[in-house]
């Protein structure tokens, strides 16, 4: 019994420990008032840079220029978010970058928003290419916040909608996941302790 129940705590702690470790991450703030908004992006340089060289094979990067980096860091970002709110898609607009040596920030202006949001579906494809990467995505919504995890399980994708006055987000994959394992390890637990009851059963009969 001692035994069961440490492997059943054994296969879930994996499983957390494995949903958790991601050595390349990206934290993308953005703030939601009056018409505006405000993305702030933070990321690793050695991710930006692995990226980058996936993206662009034939570009030699030993020798390009800084402001080509930058030119080719932007529109990378600005390719690859989808914000929409209400259903309507609103694309970045102007921004900046400040690079770094372990981190680069980006901050971009999104205008002519929705005064009154009721639903935000985000999905950012940057960084989907580096293995194990996953983005940490915050909004701030008025007074309303929350933050997401998007990573392969959700397909970076996520959707968030307000309820009795709190922003929160919809049943993701990932959760789905973690509730068909925690299924799957009680059936187990059910059928080993059944085996194990016919088993007793057996050697009193006999």
Known sequence: MKKLVLSILFVLLSYSSAMAHNPLSAVYYLELKNH??????SVSQDGLNEALIKQ??????TTITTIKYKELAVQYIKDNFDLRLNNCEYPIN?????LGNHQTDFKFILDDLPKAISTIIISINAFRENEQHQTIFSVALATLKNKVILNEDNDYTAKLHIKNNKLVQESSDGNKHLGLLLAIVV??????????????NSLIVL
Do not use: M, V
């Open 36 to 41: 505006l908004g405000i993305l702030s992006i």
């Open 56 to 61: 662009h094979p034939l570009e030699d990067f």
């Open 94 to 98: 102007d921004g900046g970058i400040k």
């Open 187 to 200: 059936l187990l637990s059910l059928a080993y302790f059944y085996w194990i009851k016919n088993k007793k």
